[in-house]
């Protein structure tokens, strides 16, 4: 059984950044497609970014495209989010999560990842 585990999250002001980790461990995720979801309060939980096992293919919601990067290093069995120009709107729990299944394509929606970690909190202060 694979564990998740997000660190990095915590609270900037409106234009600042922060880089968000996850950290895999109980098997490896070099050969998984991957993915970054976001959660705020009374809203449903919305995809981020995707990016395939080997890294090559990426995706990125419209809300975020310019101003995030989705990246992993299969070596370290991390997974990194680098979150730039941050807005307030940006305010959310932030999850990744393993897709899991062979590799065809990148998905975005949330009940298509098998293995999520709990969530780490990133709040930007307009």
């Known amino acids: 059984q694979v564990q998740l585990v997000e660190s990095g999250g915590g609270l900037v002001q409106a234009g600042g950044s922060l880089r968000l980790s996850c950290a895999a461990s109980?098997?490896?995720?070099?050969?998984?497609?991957m993915g970054w979801f976001r959660q705020a309060p009374g809203k449903e939980r919305e995809f981020v970014a995707a990016?395939?096992?080997?890294?090559?293919?990426?995706l990125y919601a419209d809300s975020v495209k310019g101003r995030f990067t989705i990246s992993r290093d299969n070596a370290k069995n991390t997974l990194h989010l680098q979150m730039n120009v941050l807005k307030a709107e940006d305010t959310a729990v932030y999850y990744c999560?393993?897709?899991?299944?062979?590799?065809?394509?990148?998905?975005?929606?949330?009940?298509?990842?098998?293995?999520w970690g709990q969530g780490t909190q990133v709040t930007v202060s307009s």
């Open positions: 109980g098997r490896s995720i070099s050969i998984d497609a």
């Open positions: 999560a393993i897709d899991g299944r062979p590799w065809t394509q990148l998905r975005v929606t949330a009940d298509e990842y098998a293995y």
């Open positions: 990016i395939s096992w080997n890294g090559i293919s990426t």
